[in-house]
Nanobody
Framework: QVQLVESGGGLVQAGGSLRLSCAAAGRTFSSYGMTWFRQAPGKEREFVAAISWSGDDTDYADSVKGRFTISRDNAKNTVYLQMNSLKPEDTAVYYC?????????????????WGQGTQVTVSS
């Protein structure tokens, strides 16, 4: 079992920045690839960014490349999502998810462990 708790969401103006955190408890954090997904009202959950268990590999959705950065600190059992140059279309509930193993997966259906989500609202 892995318990995930997101924090750092809020209301920000377009062009601003936020940093989301996802703290993990339970099994060995460094055994899990970590991924951020988001879901806007009336839309499907979508992949945002992923990082491998070692931190050596990352992947981003095209819509956030160059603006968002995913990172992790295995000593603190935490994964981060630095979001810069935010746009109104980034408004969503952001979820972190954990997948055991060395790979990265962008399909939310394969993830077993999820946080409760944190709301990000970007005003125009």
């Amino acid at each position: 079992q892995v318990q995930l708790v997101e924090s750092g969401g809020g209301l920000v103006q377009a062009g601003g920045s936020l940093r989301l955190s996802c703290a993990a408890a339970g099994r060995t954090f460094s055994s899990y690839g970590m991924t951020w997904f988001r879901q806007a009202p009336g839309k499907e959950r979508e992949f945002v960014a992923a990082i491998s268990w070692s931190g050596d590999d990352t992947d981003y959705a095209d819509s956030v490349k160059g603006r968002f950065t995913i990172s992790r600190d295995n000593a603190k059992n935490t994964v981060y999502l630095q979001m810069n140059s935010l746009k109104p279309e980034d408004t969503a509930v952001y979820y972190c998810a954990a997948l055991e193993g060395p790979g990265i997966a962008t399909n939310w259906g394969v993830y077993e462990y999820w946080g409760q989500g944190t709301q990000v609202t970007v005003s125009s």
